[in-house]
């Protein structure tokens, strides 16, 4: 009896869970792999790599604009809403969000290093494969924004 | 002085922890009472010790003693004294002493307890015992919070300022309160499984200690949602982030603990499935210890982590729930049910509702995790929002439907049409509301007004159920009012938690949907519309707090008529202490409503003078997401002071027992 009211919701639970993985998973990629990996428009990523110097621009409709470079290639990132605190410029930041059609990255979320040593553990890897990485270990937290859903 | 007595009690307390479990294991195999009264004395003792332990913490916080690691790391004399006690568990180390506390205290509850049948008594204090002992090891040899500097700094580093926040400060103690409370609901699944014997009294005792680790934990999650609401300044309470969903797990089996355990006291069925939940709810909160604690997943809410510890949070992890899932595997085929159901009963509706959290759980767990299963893949990533809202969204649908029927089920074998007719009434009110909110909320959306619909279906639901208790209408107003004092507190504190859960169902829904967000760069004078309402920018001042300097702007917000709804006056803080801004969010209630200002940064404008970047929301019924929840802790608060729920009194015919096996 129990088994025959499990079965239709614990296949529902997993329907969903496949389903919703597939439409919702998104990878962590830097601009450079990003290129290869052609993402494309629309498709949720986290997009990670240093902030280009000099290249932060703060408009009049509270957003931001800046470049998120690796090595390889750069793109631009335009973000509604307050930066973490210590978003620097040619700092570490990971931006979730997707491209637009224009290749804008539309950030939704800025994870940004909050100290002399951290960086999320993504960024890190991803930067020491490239050999751009010269830090040491991680530490305590790092600061996070998020624009208006 | 105290700070090494501190520390001498501490490791006290974990050599009272190890006799607690060896005695309470030692006595119960030789039927000792002597021991297991040892035991329970060490449980006392260990209480005393870790309480000593807290209490030296938190005078070297309010003394500013920044001999003391922890204290130079996360206070700073300038602090608010309500900030340097909060900052006591705003470190991985004082968290960890909290978490101790907290479990040391159950033990001594658990110790003092009466009425538990002697035994099963001793095994759940000596597995009390056994789990104070691996967290108690685990703060004294890899996290001391007491530990002292050779060379003390004049000034401390000060506690992240986003913590400094009266609803965080209460967060952790309420939060810790609720995970640690499932350990005493674990500690007496474990006696049951050695005992091999699960019944109705032994039901009777899970009740009451999950319904007290459900309320509180239901606060915590409150209390730091609201948190995140106003202090982070993004506008939004939930955003599916790991540390969160860590203390949603242990809610979601909570809850369905809470619900079978009710069917194993009264009808003797689930059993095992009882004892398992009860396993599993505190599993997952030692998980979201870990996760939280370990930052093996990137957070947005990623405060004291330390990676290098936290693999031995994951190994405590491992040898409790370890042990207990394996003592489960090779016991619970001897928990045998011995009440049948029908297909349509309130056994069943229970049944549905434990399958449909268990499998939200295990969703919510899914997704959270997902970013190490991908990194075992060698790719990197992880779960968004839309995964959750699908998912989650869909299975507590099917759970909301059915809710209301659950209270209005006999036991054992239901009249179905009944009570569909009973319900008639709650679902054409449900029905007409989500078509209104369809034709008439504008953009419109299909999605959003169901999800009302659902609310205002669990609120009438509950209505129903609760007249029906009483009688309304039907009987003379002083005989429902004699009902409503006469009849169990148990049942009240059943209908306000739905109650409150069809509130929360309902803000989530508005919230989410019609949401109004705005934002613009404005210099004092001018001013910006969001939505219905118009906000004027009247002026910024500078304000000095006690560690932090401040810009203040007022800012004016009127309606569309032209009434004044409030001056809000959001605040731009720069702490003293490593220069760091944060923004403190003015909210501006109008009913169920807030106006959401955020003051941004200062912008030089061409021609002298400044602008500031004003971000504004207008969260429609917002105000029902915390109201809700209280409700549902308030709730089991008043289900908790049912009589019935002491077990001393113990003045209740005897249930049918769910199993008599041997107990060795």
Known sequence: MVVATAAPILALATGLTLFGLRGSISYFYTPAQARSAHVSAGQAIQLGGLVSPGSVVKGDDGAVRF?????????????????????REGQGVVAMGAFDRAGVFVATTILAKHDERYMPRELTRALKAQGEWRGGGAAASYGAARAAP | MITEFGSFALVLALCLSMAQAGLSFVGRARRDVILTGAAEGAALAAFVCVAAGSVALIHAFVTSDFSVLNVAENSHTEKPLIYKIAGAWGSHEGSILLWCFALTAYGCAAALARGLPW????????TQGALGTLFIGYMVLASNPLLRLASPPVEGRSLNPLLQDPALAAHPPFLYAGYVGLSVVFSLAVAALIEGRVDSAWARWVRPWTLAAWSLLTVGITLGSFWAYYELGWGGWWFWDPVENASLMPWLMATALLHSAVVTEK??????????????AFTLSMLGAFLVRSGVLTS????????RRGILLLAILAAASGSAFALFAWRAPLLKDQSAFAPISRESALVLNNIILAAVATTVLAG????????????????????????????????FVILPAGPLLAWKRADALAVLRRLSLAAGIALAAGLIVFSLASPRRAVAAMQVAAGVWLVAG??????????????PLAESGRRLRGLPRGAWGMTLAHLGLGLFVMGAAFESAWRVEGAAVISPGSGLDLGAYRLTLLSVDDRAGPNYDAERGVIRV????????????????????????????????KGLDDVYIVLGERRA?????SAWLVRAFWNPWVRLLFVGPILMALGGALSLSDRRMRIADGRRSVAPTAALAPAE
């Open chain 2, 462 to 475: 509950a209505v129903e159920e609760a007249a029906g208790r009483l009688r309304a209408f039907r009987v």
């Open chain 2, 300 to 307: 947005v809410h990623a405060f004291a982590v330390d990676p």
């Open chain 1, 67 to 87: 470049v998120v470079a690796d090595r390889l290639a750069s793109d631009p990132v335009v973000f509604r809403g307050d930066l973490p605190d210590l978003f």
């Open chain 2, 368 to 399: 959270t995790l997902w970013p190490l299963i991908l990194e075992a893949f060698g790719r990197q990533g992880g779960v968004g929002a839309p995964y959750y809202n699908l998912v989650v969204g869909v299975l507590m649908a099917v759970a």
């Open chain 2, 267 to 280: 009808r003797g069925a689930l059993a095992a499935w009882t004892v398992f939940l009860a396993i599993a």
């Open chain 2, 558 to 589: 009127v309606d569309k008529n032209g009434s004044l709804v409030c001056d809000a006056t959001p605040e731009r803080r720069t702490y003293d202490t490593g220069g760091q801004t944060t923004s403190k969010v003015a909210l501006c209630p």
């Open chain 2, 119 to 126: 035994d099963l008594k001793a095994l759940t204090v000596g």
């Open chain 2, 605 to 609: 404008v061409a021609g002298g003078g």
